[in-house]
């Protein structure tokens, strides 16, 4: 069994930081990739950043030059680094990871439980 466990999150004023983790654990042999989504109230869900176990990194228009998303692939972490937050922001944001049990296998999805982003204005 996988779990995705997150932490950060919370309330910020406009213009200020967050960081949002995940870590990953159970029966794991590789993640590729590791991603955060977020949920806007009446909104479909987005993906706001992405990074390959090689590195490749991908990010929505919105959020480029603000955000940062790390990996620490020994340890099956991500981390989301916000910074210059907006009220746009706001959202609940999910971890995602794309999870192989063991080499040559199918990959499965999985999500955090999610942990909530307010920016005020």
């Known amino acids: 069994q996988v779990q995705l466990v997150e932490s950060g999150g919370g309330l910020v004023q406009a213009g200020g930081s967050l960081r ?3 870590a990953a654990s159970g029966s794991i042999f590789s993640i590729d990739p590791m991603a955060w989504y977020r949920q806007a109230p009446g909104n479909q869900r987005e993906l706001v950043a992405s ?10 228009d919105s959020v480029k030059g603000r955000f940062t998303i790390s990996r620490d692939n020994a340890k099956n972490t991500v981390s989301l680094q916000m910074n210059n937050l907006r009220p746009e922001d706001t959202a609940v944001y999910y ?5 192989r049990y063991f080499s040559g296998g199918s990959y499965f999805r999985y999500w955090g ?8 204005s």
């Open 20 to 22: 949002l983790s995940c």
């Open 51 to 60: 990074m390959s176990s090689g590195g490749s990194t991908n990010y929505v």
């Open 95 to 99: 971890c995602y990871a794309n999870i």
């Open 113 to 120: 439980q999610g942990t909530q982003v307010t920016v005020s």
